[in-house]
């Protein structure tokens, strides 16, 4: 139908040029067949950008009915993300498995980021839920298509809540991941409750050590991610105290970069969260063995 329209468009442009032609030519008794190849060419002309327009016109009409109108028949749902999630938390031992946490921690978590950090629900989405999504895709590396699966929303509304609830740990972990005594004032009692450990460790805060997640950086910057092992990773470097608290965590360097090259990366970038140590005071540094490093 849409060519059957195209085709008689083009007949009307060309009867429009020729009235034109006419017009012109009882205008101008004294034409010649120069003027008549000029008036062919300028109606092919015509006809030529017409039917440019309307298979353009074609083209994108096409491409909106495929994507907005010719859909697929709507699933239909044994059972809704909210419902799985529920079942989840009830079934002994699901909840860890699933999202790296029990119950009551799960419950615990979701409490501190709606009370604290601005954790909200949505119209069709419970702030429970975004938050099982994002706990789900965080522990276990699952794709926007699998979490589409299980939670029943649209991959466009699965990567908004993730993104949702990631400000709001982000934000959390300001208050929570940093040194209780930023500046060290005492030593802590496991190392001066030990007579073996205090002569070597009384003026050491912490331990710190890193490690190698996967990554999936943009192509043009792939080369900078792959180091020994062959594949793309990002460096992590964490913090923590003698109470195995982290009390600090830097994230994203490339795979490549070297250990200490990221230290003093950490130390420059972020001076003012970095938990530097008074004048004289150690990390320990894991590296295949314990050393001491001043810092």
Same mark, same amino acid.
């Given at each position: ?44 002309? %015509?006809?030529? !950008?017409?039917?440019? /327009? *309307?298979?353009?016109?074609? =083209? ?8 907005? $109108? ?30 790296? %946490?029990?119950? !009551?921690?799960?419950? /615990? *978590?979701?409490?501190?980021? =709606? ?8 119209? $069709? ?33 699965? !990567? ?8 709001? =740990? ?126």
């Amino acid at each position: 139908m849409l060519l059957v329209h195209i085709c008689c468009l083009e007949y009307v442009a060309y009867a429009v040029c020729m009235i034109h032609r006419c017009v012109a030519s009882d205008s101008e008794m004294d034409d010649t067949t120069s003027d008549d190849e000029e008036w062919t060419s300028k109606t092919m002309a %015509m006809m030529r !950008s017409v039917q440019n /327009s *309307l298979f353009a016109t074609a =083209v994108v009409v096409s491409k909106y009915y495929l994507t907005y $109108h010719d859909k697929n028949d709507a699933r239909i749902c044994g059972q809704s993300g909210y419902g799985w999630l529920m079942e989840t938390l009830n079934t002994p031992g699901e909840s860890h498995q699933m999202f790296r %946490m029990n119950a !009551s921690l799960f419950y /615990s *978590l979701h409490d501190l980021l =709606v009370s604290n950090y601005g954790l909200q629900s949505s119209l $069709h989405m419970n702030s429970m839920e975004s938050l099982a999504i994002f706990l789900v895709a965080c522990g276990h590396g699952w794709s926007n298509s699998a979490l589409h699966n299980i939670f029943k929303h649209s991959g466009e509304t699965i !990567s908004r809540k993730i993104d949702e609830v990631l400000n709001c =740990v982000v934000a959390m972990c300001e208050d929570y991941i940093r040194p209780i005594d930023p500046n060290f004032c005492t030593t802590h009692p496991r190392i001066s409750g030990d007579s073996r450990m205090m002569p070597y460790f009384k003026d050491c805060i912490g331990a710190l050590d890193g490690t190698h997640i996967t990554a999936t950086p943009p192509l043009h910057d792939l080369i900078r991610y792959i180091g020994r092992s062959g594949k793309a990773t990002q460096n992590v470097l964490d913090v923590v105290d003698f109470d195995l608290r982290f009390t600090y965590a830097s994230i994203g360097q490339p795979g490549s970069m070297h250990d200490t090259s990221v230290l003093f990366h950490a130390l420059k970038h972020d001076h003012d969260k970095f938990p530097h140590p008074p004048l004289g005071i150690k990390y320990v540094v894991k590296y295949h063995w314990y050393h001491l490093y001043g810092i």
